[in-house]
């Protein structure tokens, strides 16, 4: 079974903060990448960070790396905290797996979430 299930979106005011979780199982135990992406309304996919099988691992997008910070559990769940939240924050953020490496590339990953919305009111 795969699945990618994010949670944590939802409507907050600029200047809030969320942690977004995505849980994670494969059907298969390997040594994969866990990263975040988000889509805006009129955008394209945009990279937002990404971390790897190893502890200490970790890859963010330079406009995002000041307010971002990404973690995982040892029950394969990722995070991502988001800080001072944005109006241009809005978004539709992706989980995503990888086995190749780890990268800000959409096309290194394998599997998707169905996204979780996260919209953010001025």
């Known amino acids: 079974q795969v699945q990618l299930v994010e949670s944590g979106g939802g409507l907050v005011r600029a200047g809030d903060s969320l942690r977004l979780s995505c849980a994670a199982s494969?059907?298969?135990?390997?040594?994969?990448?866990m990263g975040w992406f988000r889509q805006a309304p009129g955008k394209e996919r945009e990279f937002v960070a990404a971390?790897?099988?190893?502890?200490?691992?970790t890859y963010y997008a330079d406009s995002l790396k000041e307010r971002c910070t990404i973690s995982r559990s040892a029950k394969n769940t990722v995070y991502l905290q988001i800080n001072s939240l944005k109006p241009e924050d809005t978004a539709v953020y992706f989980c995503?797996?990888?086995?190749?490496?780890?990268?800000?590339?959409?096309?290194?990953?394998?599997?998707w979430g169905q996204g979780t919305q996260v919209t953010v009111s001025s």
């Open positions: 995503a797996a990888g086995y190749r490496v780890l990268s800000g590339n959409p096309e290194d990953y394998d599997y």
């Open positions: 494969l059907g298969s135990f390997i040594s994969y990448k």
């Open positions: 971390i790897g099988w190893s502890a200490g691992a």
